[in-house]
């Protein structure tokens, strides 16, 4: 058998972080920031070495993890094209935070759920952009856990990372999240005729804590949907609750 390229290599080091990155996310939901290494080798169904290769400490699998994240944090404010399944458009390459291909780092849909979740999508625009992006959100996070964690800290500051880590992904949260929705609340605003054209709209402080508010909300309601594994199919009815 022949040696492998360096460029077969290279894929599977980045398939590998996926897998790594994926499963931490996911034993975080359970178990939070008492997360260790050996629980997500379990979880990913690798050897404890072979975590420990990647990351020799969950600090830094976090840090990764998120920033990884953040790079596919932005896509959920444009509304999908009818011509494309959501599955495709969750699997659309995309570049890490450090420029290197996510390698599998959205999870896409089964066939059924990508059909559901169109159905859902083309639904929630009936409701009007803010909740269309909100139902789109929730859909993500039942699909992309990593998502839902960063939204979930971003929330807390960052505070389980130390603060020459969390400033730098703070301000990055808050230039590719925060500005971007309020930009799409003040947009609902103006549509509902809840802005008037004399000027009275909302000071950018303001608009950036509404966004803030929003997603708090969405977390605290998506928690225990996605628990039970429900959240994809009641994205709908959360949105409607939180009166988006």
């Known amino acids: 058998m022949s040696p492998r390229t360096k460029e077969q290599n290279e894929e599977i080091r980045l398939r590998r972080l996926a897998q790594i990155r994926k499963a931490a996310a996911d034993v975080f939901l359970n178990k939070g920031p008492l997360l260790e290494i050996r629980d997500v080798a379990v979880q990913a169904g690798l050897g404890y070495g072979t975590v420990y290769h990647y990351y020799s400490n969950k600090g830094d699998l976090l840090h990764d993890l998120l920033w990884d994240a953040l790079e596919r ?9 009818p011509k494309v399944p959501l599955e495709a458009q969750l699997k659309a390459p995309r570049a890490s935070a450090s420029g290197e291909a996510p390698a599998g780092g959205h999870f896409g849909l089964a066939a059924a759920d990508s059909q559901s979740g169109s159905r859902e999508t083309a639904a929630a625009a009936e409701l009007g952009p803010v909740a269309a992006a909100g139902i789109r959100l929730l859909q993500l996070w039942a699909e992309d856990h990593a998502l839902y964690l960063l939204h979930k800290l971003a929330g807390e500051g960052f505070a389980s990372l130390p603060e020459a880590r969390s400033a730098p992904l703070s301000a990055a949260f808050r230039r590719e ?51 039970r594994g429900k959240l994809h199919e009641e994205a709908r009815d959360i949105a409607r609750f939180l009166k988006l």
């Open 177 to 227: 999240v925060l500005a971007p929705l309020a930009a799409l609340l003040e947009t609902g605003r103006a549509a509902d005729g809840a802005t008037a054209s004399g000027g009275n709209a909302a000071e950018p402080p303001y608009r950036l804590q509404r966004a803030e508010m929003l997603l708090a909300a969405l977390v605290g309601c998506a928690s225990l949907s996605l628990r």
């Open 73 to 81: 944090a932005g896509g959920w404010l444009e509304a999908p094209s």
